[in-house]
């Protein structure tokens, strides 16, 4: 929502009292997002709107990559159930050019132009079960989006700019009055007006032709001021750069909304650490330009550290020999500390296990010293839940039930993950803590009858 609109719906919420602002938080979500708006004040928010501020936001990335390797495609979204139980889906990832403005190609590592809007699907593999011809003007993940809002208008779809990978030239776009305009405007006009560049002879492409496909923007910088992805700029100035570069972009998406007559989210991705919170961001002041932002709650450790540990926890552990004792719950705690508001903060949980092997046989491999990552089917110390479900036959589960985190350990290898009943707690903790939703890092994680989604809806609210 604009700052006008989210202005109006914190004024009328003040006005009615807490009976009003008490039965938006007991509404419970539909499969469409909407629920009964009789007898409320007719400034108070749109029934989309009420839904995400009860808390049950549920916002899922989807991997540009995924087609490939994993052969996740947009219509699995559809066959898992997963795509009614979503509200948001966040397209990962848009990336900027030297420049700080948004840009897209067929450059390996770069930008994949292929995947986004040229790559033609099969019947087989399409949402709608038609294949895609040779020379329609939008093909690829984009139109496959499209005709997922058709089957299912509830959702919400953004495109996220930068991720781990593409973060490097934020500070950039963030640095100067000119650099911020010029950032934000081409990727509106790339990403909300849909103009996109026709490639290498491909029919793809022209203006306009991905035009109502995404609702909002996410920003993804890892990490103002701090170190992060490769090539990450670390200056200190980028805190107030990083606030200014938000309001930025709420501003043009608010004349975007005013010639549009659509509305226009503004989301981001925010960082665990503490030290990277207040390094980088100046919390109490940029949910005014937010209608939400996930909060990161996993890489809380990993195989790039020699010990094992969870990646996950809820709260610290017992026996944590790691310096920082990082946890979901010291994460949420600096936010709300540092004057973020509690339903605007959404907690990301993820659909995938970080491993370790030549573990000793102690202490059921937790808090050990390792040989290294654990092999894995595309990155050693990554792996997807739907192949470490199949390993719990093998392994043994074990679980921290005060700290909330679950491992398993077959005497030599260790993969922390979550499961089900983690995700359960989890929700369990997004709820009692009035908490704006879940997120997720990434569908394509989950089984192909969407296990973990379903833990989420049946848990969250």
Known sequence: MSLSKRSAWRLSALATGAALFTGLLATPATATGGDSTAG?????????????????????????????????????????????????????????????????????????????Y?????????????????????AGNLHQLAELKEMYPHLKVYISLGGWSWSENFHTAAATQQSRAQHVKSCIDMWLRGDLPKLGGSPQGGEGVAAGIFDGVDIDWEWPASEGGPGNVVDPADKQNYTALLREWRGQLDDLEAETGETYDLSAFLPAAPEKIDAGFEVNKIFNSLDFATVQGYDLHGAYEETTNHQSALYS???????????????????????????????????????????????????????????????????????????????????????GFAWLFDGNTFWTFDDPTEIARKMDYVNSNSLGGAMIWSLDGDTADGELMTAIDENLN
């Not at 947009?74 to 948004?102: E, M, P, R």
């Not at 040229?118 to 939008?138: C, E, I, M, Y």
Request: aromatic share 12%; with cysteine; glycine share 10%.
């Open 317 to 403: 552990p017992a026996g944590d020999p790691s310096p920082e004792r990082f946890s979901v719950d010291k994460a949420i705690e600096t936010y709300l500390a540092r004057g973020a508001p509690a339903d605007e903060l959404v907690l990301g949980v993820p659909f995938y296990g970080r491993g370790w092997t030549g573990v000793p046989d102690r202490n059921n491999g937790l808090f050990q010293t390792s040989a290294g990552p654990a092999p894995a089917t595309y990155e050693a110390g990554y792996e997807d839940y739907k192949v470490l479900k199949n390993k719990v036959g093998q392994y043994t589960v074990h679980r921290d039930e005060q700290a």
């Open 40 to 116: 409320q004040d007719s400034a108070a928010p749109a029934p989309a709107e009420a839904t995400a501020q009860s808390g049950s936001r549920k916002v899922g990335y989807f991997t540009q990559w995924s087609i490939y390797d994993r052969q996740f495609y947009v219509k699995d979204l559809v066959t898992s159930g997963t795509a009614s139980k979503l509200t948001h889906i966040n397209y990962a990832f848009g990336n900027l050019d030297a420049s700080g403005q948004c840009f897209t190609g067929n450059q390996a590592g770069e930008a994949d132009a292929w995947a986004d």
């Open 118 to 138: 040229q790559k033609r699907f099969s019947a087989a593999n399409s949402v709608d079960g038609v294949a895609d011809t040779w020379d329609q003007p939008l």
